[in-house]
């Protein structure tokens, strides 16, 4: 995370036979003697959604990554006074949400009339929705719609000349893009983080600096004792 803590997670345990013993988990050894087994356990929790969000969260709320994301765009209607070209808007809008989920990308049309678009971006960059496409009365006028990425905050302009199903296409393109952008500046701040340190002073000058230390170890519980009680 930003403030240079990290989760446990993914971790392997050797169990040893305490829980066969409890549970009288027993097998036949070579000699067709019955023995307890000795287990091992492995796991990857719902640990790691913290995981996420620590890594690509903001000030602004969620930030989450388009292939676990339960809705990937939110199409927006930007609604005025003009009656006319609220139709238009509105049925441009529910004709690119269902493209874009034919195509099979999880799209939220909000249509809410009681909710300024303000009020709306702000509602899903707080959700952390990977895509929001705006659509208002200068998008009709210039037969195109503006996408905005939660990510970075990048904004473009998708044409609309070549129909739904290409501007559906470039929407999923982009959706990937951002998946692959995402993953490359978190594995940055992972590889950032880390430093090889040989001396105890290192070790601990490197923690208090927000950096995880990889250090030799002499693989014995009096080493583990000393790190607990010598730990700032």
């Keep these: 995370s930003e403030s ?20 009288d988990i027993t097998f036949l050894n070579e000699e067709e003697e019955s023995e ?19 890594t690509h969260s903001d000030s602004r709320g969620l930030v989450l990554p388009p292939l676990v994301a339960s809705t990937q765009v939110v199409i927006v209607p930007i609604i005025g006074t003009d009656e006319e070209s609220n139709e238009k808007i509105l049925g441009v809008a529910s004709e690119l949400s269902r493209s874009l989920s034919v195509s099979g990308v999880r799209t939220h049309l909000d249509a809410r009339a009681n909710v300024r678009p303000g009020m709306k971006f702000n509602h899903w960059e707080l959700k952390g929705v990977p895509l929001r496409v705006e659509i208002g009365k200068k998008d009709l006028q210039s037969d195109s719609v503006t996408v905005a990425r939660r990510f970075d905050g990048v904004k473009t302009t998708l044409s609309l000349g070549n129909g739904y199903d290409e501007v559906s296409s470039q929407i999923t393109f982009s959706l990937s893009a951002i998946h692959q952008s995402m993953y490359e500046v978190a594995e940055k701040k992972l590889r950032g983080s880390i430093v090889e340190v040989e001396t105890w002073d290192d070790m601990f000058t490197q923690t208090l600096q927000g950096k995880m230390a990889l250090v030799p170890f002499c693989d014995s519980v009096d080493c583990e004792e000393k790190i607990k009680q010598g730990s700032p």
């Design 4 to 23: 240079g803590k990290a989760l446990q997670a993914g971790t392997s345990h050797q169990l040893g036979q305490n829980f066969s013993k409890m549970f």
């Design 36 to 54: 307890f087994v000795w287990q091992n356990s492995w796991g990857l929790s719902t640990r790691s959604i913290g995981v996420m969000l620590m």
